[in-house]
């Protein structure tokens, strides 16, 4: 995804993944908690309706959490949430995510249900703690592959003429892997 016809693509290929892994009738509100999807949550957003007439609203926190350290201040909640939205939470698997979303709308008396977290690539890198609270609340991790799945199509493949991931690339991989996958 180096230019805007491939973000455009890769939005197109996330709809349809939406569509048929979390049923578009199972969510009313997509929330986007980086900045840096921001981008792509939107076209998301655009291709649900122009693909398949699924009108959402969309909305994003109003800073990351690199800003908040350096600059201080408020969470700004952005976008039309509302009470009783269940929500979708795209491109971030983080606690925090969800923690900030839920106390968020607390503050305002918005009662909401996040339904689940889209990724693109799953680390699988929840910890035991993050896996109860998922557990416990229902939220599901909805995704395009596993990182498992990832390496090990990429592996030895040849990509314009480039191995990405060879013998070295694979066996750090899956080190890291032993020492901190939690899926």
């Known amino acids: 995804m180096s230019d805007g016809l491939g973000a455009y693509k890769m939005a197109g290929i996330c709809a349809k993944a939406i569509k ?5 009738n199972n969510f009313d509100y997509i929330h986007i908690p980086d900045c840096k999807a921001i981008p792509l949550g939107s076209l998301i957003e655009y291709k649900l309706l122009t693909l398949y007439g699924a009108n959402k609203r969309c909305g994003y926190s109003g800073y990351s959490r690199k800003e908040e350290e350096t600059h201080g201040g408020e969470e700004m909640l952005m976008g039309d949430i509302r009470d009783k939205d269940r929500v979708l939470i795209i491109g971030e698997t983080e606690i925090r995510a969800v923690k900030e979303l839920l106390e968020e709308t607390q503050k305002k008396d918005i009662g909401i249900s996040i339904i689940g ?8 890198e929840l910890s035991r703690e993050n896996q109860k609270t998922f557990k416990k609340n229902d939220i599901r991790v909805f995704h395009l592959v596993t990182i498992r799945q990832a390496i090990s199509y990429l592996y030895e493949r040849k990509i314009n003429g480039h191995i990405y991931v060879g013998d070295e690339e694979a066996d750090s991989f899956w080190r890291y892997f032993e020492q901190y996958g939690r899926v």
């Open 20 to 24: 048929t892994i979390v049923g578009l």
């Open 117 to 124: 977290i889209f990724v693109l690539v799953h680390r699988e």
